[in-house]
């Protein structure tokens, strides 16, 4: 069993459009978080939510709407996909202590 | 401004040798320091990790060694392995876990 599951794997769009990628956990984690990494895999946290309450909310575009149903879901929905959006989006969690962080897979966006 | 510089940015390594990464923070209120791993096509995974309360923590092959006076943090592999070929990213923390700031990532490539 996948412990931080995301999907889709690969995801081509156009500019302009609105995509969302989706997020499940099944470690039990209170806290679960979206990460950008770029073309030059630096990674850098752009949310975090805590029992579905958002904490962190690292001066992204609001174009991105992270929502989190429930404690085991946090997905990511992007609106007006423009060219500075492609990346690898990795969705994580960890235990409260948050010592640890587990990520998914990725989710490899390119805007066209 | 980036929290955690993060060197060399690649790394060769004949099997066998010892791979060595270096970090260096400036935020003295950082006090957790782990090590991400990440294959292609993967998240990363949390390697090792270390408190400024100690210099060294050593998990077989994988050591860290902390200097809190020059705020430097270096990983060290020892008989380094084709298998260990991977980008390796150091990172910071403080509090409550909640934000953690990576390197820029370092691939290292071990070659038989």
């Known amino acids: 069993d996948t412990a931080v599951s995301q999907t889709p794997k690969y995801l081509v769009t156009q500019m302009g459009n609105d995509k969302s990628i989706k997020c499940e956990q099944n470690?039990?984690?209170?806290?679960m978080y979206w990460y950008k990494q770029d073309s030059k895999k630096f990674l850098k946290i752009m949310f975090s939510?805590?029992?579905?309450?958002?904490?962190i909310n690292e001066t992204v575009p609001n174009r991105f709407s992270p929502k989190s149903p429930d404690k085991a879901h946090l997905n990511l929905h992007i609106n007006s996909l423009e060219l500075g959006d492609s990346a690898v989006y990795f969705c994580?969690?960890?235990?409260?202590?948050?010592?640890?962080?587990?990520f998914g897979s990725g989710t490899q966006l390119s805007v066209l | 401004q980036q929290q955690v510089k993060q060197s060399p940015q690649s790394l060769i390594v004949q099997k066998g040798g010892i791979s060595i990464i270096n970090c260096a923070y400036e935020?003295?209120?950082?006090?957790?320091f782990p090590w991400y791993q990440q294959f292609p096509g993967k998240g990363p995974a949390l390697l090792i990790a270390?408190?400024?309360?100690?210099s060294e923590k050593k998990e077989g092959r994988f050591t860290i060694s902390f200097n809190k006076s020059a705020k430097q943090f270096s990983l060290h592999i020892m008989d380094s392995q084709p298998g260990d070929s991977a980008t390796y990213f150091c990172?910071?923390?403080?509090?409550?876990?909640?934000?953690?700031?990576f390197g820029s990532g370092t691939k290292l490539n071990v070659k038989p």
């Open positions: 994580a969690s960890s235990t409260r202590t948050g010592e640890k962080l587990f």
């Open positions: 470690l039990g984690h209170d806290t």
């Open positions: 939510y805590n029992n579905k309450e958002l904490i």
């Open positions: 935020n003295t209120a950082f006090d957790y």
């Open positions: 270390i408190r400024p309360d100690v």
């Open positions: 990172a910071a923390s403080k509090d409550n876990f909640n934000k953690f700031y």
